[in-house]
């Protein structure tokens, strides 16, 4: 993230009252006068004037904290002027008007050699020089009045001693109350472990996938009754919990899921257990098989070394585990032989659907109009191509493949390949393809084809999918980098490692997706 410039705060009008002498806090045993060292030099050293304009600033700066959104004090302002919002706290110079960001707060204490700021979130009080919080009396008293009371004064009006018998009516108390909703929604960073950003992006997928989070959070997997040393669903359990259960923002340590990751015996994924940047996409599929086979389904020890094995197999159509009712669904290859009719069907699982961009980018008919990724699915789905197949019937090598979705899963996973290899060279594609919000998949399944309109109806309506997260590769394959997008309710969010920022639609769809997660309407 970008550091950000100290933006200018809504201040106090000035008042033509006479102006008032603020005084510190009388002394108490045990109790020093000031927060540091460096705020007695700055305040007991000075002149009255300098205390009185400091406790207003620091008045100032609490009205802001608690007399406002949370997102006035959350806002920032970027190098190019535009205003930037963080979940991370924010810092309120003490000193001038100016909010930075934790990395701003710095910055700005070099160039302006102010040195104390507020907090936030709680207006706590913050010194560059102990690069600490400090507890200051004379201000701290000021931070818990208006905190507690939403004033500064230290008096109540006889009548605030007693409820007025209007509010006592439930009609006044239905209309006046707002609901708060829980701080714990899952919106948290990750911290990035040395080129772990590709194992951040995922997890963050899973943990705003509504169908995991309930899976975890209620117990579906038991951990204190679990055995199984490194357990990878043990890991997931208590990141939900990290993620759900306590009331902070600050940024999680996948620790535990990335030791899991490399202690794990796939030799698939051998080469995946290093410091070395990896694909997101091989971690999805190394984390979904990891899970499967913990939370009730078997290892195939056929498909033991093969990397693509979780992508599409024939075994575990019908395993009941988490993984499978999340994001597995299944497609049908029809074959049709063009010199006798003969058609050939079979039925395969699969666990995400890849797009090969290097090929549809080369279609004449995606060139001229730009790819989408319905016109993608379009190309893959909806359109029989020539194959190599010879006739069990007639002989003849002359038929046509149509692929179709026969089972459509929860959670769909699209995959839209951006690396590819030539002459041992790898290489990235930087096309653009244009992806939707709301996602209708009922035209690439068999049943598209049925001529039951009121049928079709009813079965379009349950193919609806709405846009949940995306994956996002920044940057060439040597010095790239993994962010990622997930929606709390109609709110986007960046997740960018540890660093969390809100985001609007459009910045969502303007980004060069690498892998999209869509949720049937019926359960985003």
């Known amino acids: 993230m970008s550091s950000n410039m100290p933006s200018s705060r809504p201040t106090t009008p000035a008042t033509p009252a006479s ?14 006068l000031f927060g540091c060292e460096h705020i007695q030099l700055f305040l007991g050293s000075g002149a009255a004037d300098r205390m009185n304009r400091t406790i207003q600033n620091y008045r100032t700066c609490l009205r802001v904290i608690f007399e406002n959104t949370p997102i006035v004090p959350q806002t920032s302002r970027t190098e190019k002027g535009q205003p930037f919002t963080s979940l991370t706290p924010n810092y309120l110079c003490l000193q001038c008007s100016a909010t930075t960001t934790e990395q701003g707060r710095i910055a700005h204490g070099e160039t302006s050699q102010h040195r104390f700021y507020v907090e936030s979130r709680n207006g706590c009080l913050f010194c560059q020089m102990c690069d600490d919080f400090i507890w200051d009396p004379t201000l701290e ?52 472990m040395g080129a772990t950003c590709y194992m951040n992006v995922i997890l963050q997928c899973f943990v705003h996938n509504p169908l995991l989070r309930n899976f975890y959070l209620g117990d579906g997997h038991q951990s204190s009754d679990c055995t199984q040393k490194n357990c990878m669903s043990c890991a ?23 030791a899991s990751f490399w202690l794990s015996k796939r030799k698939a994924y051998e080469e995946l257990a290093s410091n070395k940047e990896q694909d997101a996409h091989e971690f999805f599929q190394f984390l979904t098989e990891e899970l499967h086979e913990i939370n009730g389904g078997s290892r195939a020890a056929e498909n033991e070394d093969s990397p693509s094995a979780p992508k599409r197999n024939k075994s575990g159509n019908d395993c ?9 669904g299944k497609l049908q290859s029809t074959i049709t032989c063009q010199s006798c009719g003969d058609i050939n069907s079979s039925v395969e ?10 090929v549809l980018a080369k279609k004449k008919s995606l060139k001229a109009t730009g790819l989408s990724l319905q016109k993608c699915l379009d190309e893959e789905y909806s359109k029989p191509e020539r194959c190599e197949y010879t006739c069990h019937q007639c002989g003849t090598q002359e038929a046509k493949r149509l692929l179709s979705i026969k089972s459509l899963p929860n959670v769909l996973c699209i995959q839209l390949k951006r690396f590819k290899q030539n002459n041992g060279l790898a290489s990235k594609i930087d096309t653009k ?33 709405d846009l949940q997260s995306v994956v996002v590769h920044v940057g060439n394959l040597e010095t790239g980098h ?35 997660f869509y949720v049937v309407r019926s359960l985003a």
Not at 349 to 355: A, T
């Open 433 to 465: 393809v244009s992806f939707p919000l709301k996602l209708e998949m009922f035209p690439y399944t068999n049943r598209a084809r049925s001529q039951d309109t009121k049928q079709n109806y009813e079965l379009a309506r349950s193919c609806t999918y």
């Open 141 to 192: 008293d000021l931070r818990l009045r208006k905190s507690g009371k939403g004033s500064f004064t230290r008096k109540r009006k006889l009548d605030e001693l007693f409820t007025d018998p209007v509010k006592e009516d439930p009609r006044f108390i239905s209309t006046n109350t707002v609901e708060a909703p829980c701080r714990a929604s899952g919106i948290r960073g990750i911290y990035n």
């Open 236 to 258: 997931m359990d208590d990141m939900f919990q990290e993620f759900y259960a306590l009331e902070t923002t600050v940024g999680y340590s996948a620790s535990n899921i990335l």
């Open 349 to 358: 699982s699969f666990l995400d659907l890849s797009l090969g961009l290097d």
């Open 482 to 516: 993994y962010v990622s997008y997930s929606r709390v309710g109609n709110q986007w969010f960046k997740f960018n490692d540890h660093n969390v920022t809100l985001a609007s639609k459009s910045q969502v769809l303007n980004e060069q997706a690498f892998l999209l």
């Open 320 to 328: 009941k585990c988490i993984v499978h009712q999340t994001f597995y």
């Open 19 to 32: 102006p008032k002498t603020f005084k510190i806090k009388e002394p108490q045993p045990g109790v020093p």
